[in-house]
């Protein structure tokens, strides 16, 4: 991303440019990159759900994206709804922008309680377990939201309060906010909470690896992550929002999110799944169980019948296994003629 020298009232700084267009045109089609950066986020999501599935052998890539399917659906029907809820002056009496998604407005929060129920549910339907499904896929979460963000740089939105530090960010007059003036520079929350995103996407993989967690965990500390990013940019920025306390309503979610995280993944520890991490080697070590019984066993047969082949027949009596009657029927066999033929 380029850095450009501007001359602010007080000093020389450098800053972020604001992007001149937020569309790409292809022929007569236009993309909105607000658009086109979420559908990018979920793809690499898909990506690394599915590339988490399959070294835990508990599914496939085809699986991940019919699970995110529906998992997306729900999360961006809930995206909006949150977002119309908590912004409801801007469609009292505008209705028809209610489904105008690519002019921006979703809030992740509600994206979060709608999509992740959904994909659970969905993964439990497909035969994988809703513990396993949460652990491979909580880093790819933030993995999206970070690509997602960089949406709301080309739309010129959700910026910080005013400042002149070297990476402020440029906003044009058509964006500017009401009561600043032309030239004023920004904190770019977008760039903050799509770095934030990442090191928490880096810092869940790194931690599933090192310390291998009981699954389902992951999830929880990824909630408690995102919470904690979310309440320190949300207070940077000056968009118009409903505040408590002092507090901006989603400052408040962000705390509630980091203390139910906190509670559920304490529950978890105490409760850990009884589930290996790893069903392949679950196979394996059963397959291993199975050929060692069987293997005892048949040790176990060989040395009855060896043990009965090295008895003495007593007073002349044949082994309980090779009696008198079989003797006698043996004798007249030998006896027999050749069978008739016609």
């Not at 032309?182 to 090192?210: N, Q």
């Not at 000056?238 to 989603?250: F, K, M, P, V």
């Not at 007593?314 to 004798?331: H, N």
Request: aromatic share 10%; hydrophobic share 45%.
């Amino acid at each position: 991303m380029p850095i450009t020298a501007l001359a602010g009232s007080q000093s020389v700084v450098a800053s972020i440019p604001s992007p001149s267009f937020n569309s790409i045109d292809i022929g007569p089609l236009s993309l909105n990159i607000y658009g086109l950066a979420i559908a990018l986020g979920v793809v690499a999501a898909v990506w690394l759900f599915g590339k988490r599935l399959e070294e835990r052998g508990a599914g496939t890539t085809d699986d991940a994206s019919s699970i995110a399917i529906w998992a997306v659906l729900a999360g961006v029907i809930g995206a909006r709804l949150y977002h119309v809820a908590t912004d409801w002056d801007r469609f009292i009496d505008n209705y028809a922008a209610i489904p105008k998604l690519w002019e921006g407005g979703l809030g992740i929060p509600g994206g979060l309680a709608f999509g992740i129920p959904t994909g659970l549910l969905v993964a439990r339907r497909k035969g994988i377990s809703m513990s396993m499904a949460a652990t491979c896929a909580a880093p790819a979460i933030p993995l999206a939201q970070a690509i997602g963000r960089f949406g709301n740089y080309f739309n010129q939105e959700l910026y910080g309060r005013p400042t002149n530090l070297p990476w402020a960010l440029e906003i044009d007059d058509a964006h500017l906010l009401e009561g600043f003036a032309s030239g004023t520079t920004f904190h770019p929350t977008f760039l903050y909470e799509m770095l934030w995103s990442l090191a928490l996407c880096g810092v869940l993989l790194w931690i599933d690896r090192k310390y291998r967690p009981p699954l389902g965990q992951l999830m929880p500390m990824y909630v408690i992550g995102y919470g904690l990013g979310r309440f320190w940019v949300e207070g940077l920025r000056i968009d118009r929002a409903d505040e408590l306390a002092g507090l901006r309503w989603n400052q408040w979610v962000a705390v509630a999110a980091v203390i139910g995280g906190g509670v559920v993944l304490a529950f978890m520890r105490r409760h850990p799944v009884l589930e290996s991490a790893d069903p392949l080697e679950d196979r394996e070590e059963l397959v291993t169980d199975v050929l060692a019984a069987d293997g005892e066993l048949d040790g176990e047969l060989d040395g009855e019948l060896d043990g009965e082949l090295d008895e003495e027949p007593e007073d002349g009596v044949a082994p309980a296994f090779f009696t008198a009657a079989d003797v006698d029927e043996s004798d007249d066999a030998s006896n027999d003629t050749a069978p008739d033929t016609d």
